[in-house]
T-cell receptor, first 111, second 115 residues
C-alpha cells in the first residue's frame, strides 16, 4: 500500500520567515495530495491540495509543489505569522480513494 | 452547504465496556464516509471507509467495527474496549462525484479515553 513520509517532525521559525515541509510517497499511482492544518484539540482543516497533472499551486501565502518523477511534494508558507503555528499533515490518495497521512510537522512561529 | 456531525464530543469509558460513536452528514447524498483514529501526538490512521449503505471496508483488524445503516450515517462500535483504543476519532466525508471526490472533510471528532 501507500506510504507517506513527512519531514521535519518539528519546525521553528521566526515570524516573517518562510517554512517548508516535505513529503515523499511510494505509490506512483497516487494522484491527489492534500495538506491539512490541525490546531490543538481541533479537527484537521484542508488548507491546499494539488493533483498530479499540476506541478505547483498557490493560494496567498501558501503554495504546494509536486515532483511526480521523484514522488515528493512540499508545502511552502511565506511571511509566517503566529497563527500559522499548528501541526501540518500531508497526505496522498490511493487507488481505493482513501487517504494515507504523513506523521505530521509541528510548526512553531516565534513572534 | 455540507455539515458533518459527530457525537459524543468526549467520552470516558472503562476497559471492557462497549462503544458506539456516531457520525452524520448533512447537505449531500451518497457520500463516501471514513473513520480515522489519531493517538495523542500522532498522525491519522484510517480505520474504515464506506462507499454506500452496508458497504464497509476495514483497514486495520482489531476489536472495532463500523456500520452504515443509512446513507448519511456512519457508526463506529466496539463490544469490549481496550486501553489502546484511547484516541481522537475523526469521521470524514468526500463526494462521489468526479472532480470532487478526493477532498475529504473532517468532523469535529470524539475524544475517547479508556481507563
Amino acid at each position: 500500500g501507500e506510504n507517506v513520509e513527512q519531514h521535519p517532525s518539528t519546525l521553528s521559525v521566526q515570524e516573517g520567515d518562510s517554512a517548508v515541509i516535505k513529503c515523499t510517497y511510494s505509490d506512483s499511482a497516487s494522484n491527489y495530495f492534500p495538506w491539512y492544518k490541525q490546531e490543538l484539540g481541533k479537527r484537521p482543516q484542508l488548507i491546499i491540495d494539488i493533483r498530479s497533472n499540476v506541478g505547483e499551486k498557490k493560494d496567498q501565502r501558501i503554495a504546494v509543489t509536486l515532483n511526480k518523477t521523484a514522488k515528493h511534494f512540499s508545502l511552502h508558507i511565506t511571511e509566517t505569522q503566529p497563527e500559522d503555528s499548528a501541526v501540518y499533515f500531508c497526505a496522498a490518495i490511493t487507488g481505493r480513494r482513501a487517504l494515507t497521512f504523513g506523521s505530521g510537522t509541528r510548526l512553531q512561529v516565534q513572534p | 452547504s455540507q455539515t458533518i456531525h459527530q457525537w459524543p464530543a468526549t467520552l470516558v469509558q472503562p476497559v471492557g465496556s462497549p462503544l458506539s460513536l456516531e457520525c452524520t452528514v448533512e447537505g449531500t447524498s451518497n457520500p463516501n464516509l471514513y473513520w480515522y483514529r489519531q493517538a495523542a501526538g500522532r498522525g491519522l490512521q484510517l480505520l474504515f471507509y464506506s462507499v454506500g449503505i452496508g458497504q464497509i471496508s476495514s483497514e486495520v483488524p482489531q476489536n472495532l467495527s463500523a456500520s452504515r445503516p443509512q446513507d448519511r450515517q456512519f457508526i463506529l462500535s466496539s463490544k469490549k474496549l481496550l486501553l489502546s483504543d484511547s484516541g481522537f476519532y475523526l469521521c470524514a466525508w468526500s463526494s462521489i462525484y468526479r472532480g470532487q471526490g478526493d477532498t475529504q472533510y473532517f468532523g469535529p471528532g470524539t475524544r475517547l479515553t479508556v481507563l
